[in-house]
């Protein structure tokens, strides 16, 4: 009997953790005809050249490995119909102004005079046209993209307000972040088209490197909305957010759950950091130890840490109750493309609606 429950119990774990994941290097082996044409009734009823989105979603689900049932399914449509809707390169309504604007703030801070902006603005670019004339015109962060590329490589002043760095930093159909596909290019399965900024303004892309950052990490969250959240605040933002919430629970200081355990910026310690120290006696833990953990706060491997566990324990001791191991991050999105305030929690509950959505679709076809 001991073994049999012993087997019974690996055997829950094991379903609990591809439920989690989303994510196993030995799925069922499925139809890829089959996955395309339920991507295709799964789409939302507009959407143009959908055995073209079918096709490109499919093959980066089979490249990298993910398993393409219909809740995985569901969770890309759903972030890529509230970022794009379902187009390859969105236009944004006045970004020529959004961007104009943008360089006359960075001038500001280097003390540069407008007049200056404006006449290095009536340089002639690479495409024969001004680039104040190229901005004026420009619908879509790919051509934003490439106005600001050109305008730093030709022009001195370019490098002096960007230090050489494109200031579009996300693109394509789930608006997906370029650093990381930068980072995580390699198994990329198309010839890139020059760089991979250009690969993520393109569908197949954008919707590459999307998928592999809202799927391409293990979780243990019970529902799809954290990892809608963390899609807009980064991995693992909701998990650490609750843990950020445990920790001010047990050390009775506030903090700013955003799911930023350490600074990566400074060798200071931040204010969660400051938090876990006045808990060093409690936990038994030293300074270095204490940072060690946190660090780990961008894997899977944190629930599993002393850290993690023991400020869990004192928060629910001291609280008398159980806390939650996922939490919306509090965090106030910030762009220039943003006219009103919005938040991540706000981002994942319209993301989860859509969602939803899919799901009744599925169940209806």
Request: proline fraction near 5%; aromatic fraction near 8%.
């Amino acid at each position: 009997m001991r073994t049999h429950r012993m087997i019974m119990a690996f055997a829950a774990l094991l379903a609990l953790a591809g439920c989690g994941t989303q994510r196993g290097r030995e799925a069922p082996e499925v139809n890829p005809a089959q996955v395309k044409a339920q991507i295709v009734r799964l789409l939302p009823a507009k959407t143009t050249d959908r055995e073209g989105w079918a096709n490109d979603i499919y093959t980066a689900f089979a490249t990298q490995g993910l398993v393409a049932n219909t809740r995985n399914l569901c969770a890309v449509l759903a972030v890529t119909e509230q970022e794009s809707t379902f187009q390859a390169d969105p236009s944004v309504p006045g970004l020529g102004k959004i961007a104009r604007d943008e360089i006359d703030r960075r001038a500001a801070r280097v003390y540069i005079p407008s007049v200056l902006v404006s006449g290095a603005l009536q340089v002639r670019s690479s495409s024969g046209k001004s680039y104040s004339d190229r901005l004026k015109a420009a619908r879509s962060e790919k051509e934003l993209s490439a106005i600001f590329d050109d305008f730093i490589d030709r022009v001195p002043m370019g490098q002096t307000l960007f230090g050489g760095f494109n200031p579009v930093h996300t693109g394509g159909p789930m608006q997906v972040s370029i650093a990381f596909a930068e980072k995580h290019a390699r198994g990329y399965p198309y010839p890139v088209d020059g760089t991979i900024r250009n690969e993520v303004f393109s569908r197949r892309g954008g919707m590459y490197f999307g998928i592999a950052h809202l799927l391409g990490y293990p979780v243990s969250y019970t529902q799809p909305l954290y990892r809608f959240a963390d899609f807009n605040a980064g991995w693992y933002a909701s998990r650490n957010a609750a843990f950020q919430n445990a920790l001010s629970r047990a050390s009775g200081r506030p903090l700013a759950l955003d799911g930023d355990l350490i600074r990566y910026d400074s060798i200071m310690p931040g204010t969660t950091e400051l938090a876990v120290r006045t808990l060093g006696q409690s936990l038994g833990m030293r300074n270095t130890t204490i940072r060690d953990q946190l660090a780990l706060g961008n894997s899977l491997e944190f629930e599993n840490s002393t850290l993690y566990q023991r400020v869990f324990e004192l928060a629910e001791k001291k609280q008398g109750k159980a806390l939650p191991r996922a939490v919306l991050p509090g965090i106030v999105l910030q762009s220039p493309k943003i006219t009103r305030q919005l938040t991540t929690a706000w981002f994942a509950k319209r993301v989860d609606e859509r969602y939803q959505r899919c799901l009744t679709r599925a169940s209806g076809s």
